[in-house]
């Protein structure tokens, strides 16, 4: 069966200290893969997203990931947090058909940022 | 970029009443519209593909005829709760395939319509 993983459910880190979220899927063929983030009360913003290539992909506001096939995992980073990173991201996997469109979500990882 | 802008924000409604949500894609045409359901301090699960001329194509377990779907205009996919009841309340977020400018294969998302039934 078809499911993406975010292992951490909340992560407190603070400000100017680097952030790393977790990502593991399980899928019949590699995916297209992506990091979303959303705010309270908001829609999802892509961070970024990886299809094919180079497996370190770099997204906006200093965010980047790494795919790594034997891990099946696509982890986020960012060497230092902003107090506006604070927010709710989501990691997702989609068919690389034509129905590439119908993403699966995983439960998302909260991100507090303190001081 | 591209952007989907969904109206309204926020709704609420007395149970028993059909709430109808908008979705549109305000710079670029969008033959298909994805419609995700988000439940408080959860992930979003996909309702339904919206196809624009045709019949939306729903997820196992979703009821069509509680949640229908049209796809009317290249720019407008609608969203209409029927019958609302207090376990409908939840985020509707629409999203649309964007090959404007960021390349193929990427969906924008609304920002979402927030629905409590009373």
């Known amino acids: 069966a078809q499911s993406v993983t975010q292992p951490d459910i909340h992560i407190t880190v603070s400000e100017g200290a680097s952030l790393e979220l977790r990502c593991n899927y399980s899928?019949?063929?590699?995916?297209?893969l992506f990091w979303y983030v959303q705010s309270p009360g908001q829609g999802l913003q892509l961070l970024l997203k990886?299809?094919?290539?180079?497996?370190l992909v770099q997204g906006i506001k200093g965010f980047e990931a790494e795919f790594k096939r034997s891990q099946s995992s696509f982890n986020l980073r960012k060497p230092s947090v902003h107090w506006s990173d604070a927010a709710e991201y989501f990691c997702?996997?989609?068919?690389?058909?034509?129905?590439?469109?119908?993403?699966?979500f995983g439960a998302g990882t909260q991100v507090v940022v303190t001081p | 970029g591209a952007v989907v802008s969904q109206h309204p924000s926020w709704v609420i409604c007395k149970s028993g009443t059909s709430v109808k949500i908008e979705c549109r894609s305000l710079?670029?045409?969008?033959?298909?519209m994805f419609w995700y359901r988000q439940f408080p301090k959860q992930s979003l699960m996909l309702m339904a593909t919206?196809?624009?001329?045709?019949?939306?194509?729903?997820e196992q377990g979703v009821e069509k005829d509680k949640f229908l779907i049209n796809h009317a205009s290249l720019t407008l996919s609608t969203l209409t709760v029927t019958s609302a009841h207090p376990e409908d309340s939840s985020f509707y977020i629409c999203?649309?395939?964007?090959?404007?400018?960021?390349?193929?294969?990427?969906?924008?998302f609304g920002a979402g319509s927030r629905l409590t039934v009373l």
């Open positions: 710079d670029f045409q969008a033959t298909t």
């Open positions: 990886y299809f094919s290539g180079d497996t």
């Open positions: 899928y019949g063929a590699t995916p297209y």
């Open positions: 999203s649309a395939p964007d090959r404007v400018g960021s390349g193929a294969n990427v969906l924008t």
């Open positions: 997702a996997v989609g068919p690389t058909t034509d129905s590439w469109g119908k993403l699966q």
């Open positions: 919206s196809n624009e001329g045709s019949k939306a194509t729903y």
